[in-house]
């Protein structure tokens, strides 16, 4: 049986800590708002679905899947939609794996508070590469900029 790893991430305690809370749900802001796509790290607008890094990372090239429609559950898309968020999930996972340049990803789904979920009333599929780490007194602009580059790349994969 091997060692649990602890990952320090500093930039997601500084999320919990900030009491940091909006109104409304940002997924359906974003797809609201394509012009914003840049500053809102969505590389990906597909037929069913968003793709955009997480501003507050588990770990190192963290992203998100989000279906267009706002619903909470796996249950509520239609037989399409479920199936269109998967495949595009599963072409996020590939650029995903070519932009952070390795193969160990974790793919979840967090429905529900008791299971993790930060955002229990817009499902998405996290995708988190797990072979980089970000040393954990990185300066927060650094961060950003990286997560720019990294959000450009993965842009430039989708063109």
Not at 115 to 134: D, F, K, N, Q, Y
Request: glycine residues 10%.
């Amino acid at each position: 049986m091997g060692a649990f790893r602890v990952v320090l991430t500093p930039w997601r305690y500084r999320y919990i800590v900030s009491g940091e809370s909006r109104r409304g749900c940002f997924f359906c802001e974003y797809i609201g708002r394509p012009e914003a796509d840049r500053d809102n790290l969505v590389f990906f607008r597909g037929r069913y679905s968003i793709g955009l890094l997480n501003k507050y990372p588990y770990m190192w090239g963290h992203v998100m899947v989000a279906p267009y429609r706002h619903v909470g559950d796996l249950e509520e898309l239609d037989d399409e939609e479920l199936a269109g968020l998967l495949r595009e999930a599963f072409l996020v996972k590939n650029a995903v794996v070519a932009a952070a340049g390795c193969g160990d990803v974790l793919v979840g789904i967090n429905v529900g508070r008791a299971a993790g979920a930060g955002v229990e009333s817009h499902l998405h599929i996290h995708i988190i590469p797990r072979c980089r780490e970000i040393a954990p007194d990185t300066p927060q602009e650094e961060l950003d900029e990286m997560l720019k580059r990294y959000r450009d790349e993965l842009a430039r994969l989708w063109s």
